[in-house]
């Protein structure tokens, strides 16, 4: 029962373009969204986050839109640098604190 | 500010061994959290503890099993190890359950099991 799903594996795109990662969920309890950003070999770090009673959260090159009545989340990166390659991953808040992860995708910027 | 120091960073154990990785939140947070990584499958939750009582548990079988100590160290177990058991094992810690902002990651334990 996967509660947070990330179904794109992987996303490409051309340094400078624009990034758009998504992220889709079952449960309309989770009060926090989150977004982590983890290279090989390193823990997960945090990127950004969004209140569920928010519907955006901005943060310099990164955005992150909250659609409830969609259960989407979706993380915008402007403008991507190779440095943002990496595997993203999507997580939920549950009522109980626990965090709930998506699969992952991974970016891949391209000079 | 020492990070969430996870060891050891590797460990190779044959099918059938156990194994016990250590993970050493930062200071001052209370609660820590396990998760298991394999590829395609994400962040597999496995449990958490705070203030030495585990709070919630994923769907792992009995083999998995951890504790947490008075400073707030965390140990989690794997008895009777399996091939499916290879996989990148994942600390976090947080004030408590309840603070924003998620978690800190450690780096991982790498468990290779042949």
């Known amino acids: 029962d996967q509660q947070v799903k990330q179904n794109s594996p992987s996303l490409s795109v051309q340094e400078g373009r624009i990034s758009i990662l998504n992220c889709d969920y079952t449960?309309?309890?989770?009060?926090?969204f989150l977004w982590y950003k983890k290279y090989p070999a390193e823990g997960p770090t945090f990127l950004i986050s969004i209140s569920s009673i928010k519907d955006k959260n901005e943060d310099g090159r990164f955005t992150v839109f909250l659609n409830k009545s969609a259960k989407h989340l979706s993380l915008h990166i402007v403008p991507s640098q190779p440095g943002d390659s990496a595997v993203y991953f999507c997580?939920?808040?549950?009522?109980?604190?626990?965090?709930?992860f998506g699969q992952g995708t991974t970016l891949q910027v391209k000079p | 500010k020492a990070g969430v120091t996870q060891t050891p960073r590797y460990l190779i154990k044959t099918r059938g061994q156990q194994v016990t990785l250590s993970c050493s939140p930062i200071?001052?947070?209370?609660?820590v959290s396990w998760y298991q990584q394999t590829p395609g499958q994400g962040l597999q939750f496995l449990f958490e503890y705070f203030s030495e009582t585990q709070r919630n548990k994923g769907n792992f079988p009995g083999r998995f099993s951890g504790r947490q100590f008075s400073n707030s160290r965390s140990e989690m177990n794997v008895s009777t190890l399996e091939l499916g058991d290879s996989a990148l094992y994942l600390c976090?810690?947080?004030?408590?359950?309840?603070?924003?902002?998620?978690?800190?990651f450690g780096s991982g334990t790498r468990l290779t099991v042949v």
């Open positions: 997580a939920a808040r549950s009522h109980t604190g626990k965090l709930i």
């Open positions: 976090a810690s947080s004030l408590g359950p309840e603070s924003p902002g998620g978690y800190t």
């Open positions: 449960n309309s309890m989770f009060d926090y």
């Open positions: 200071s001052g947070h209370r609660s």
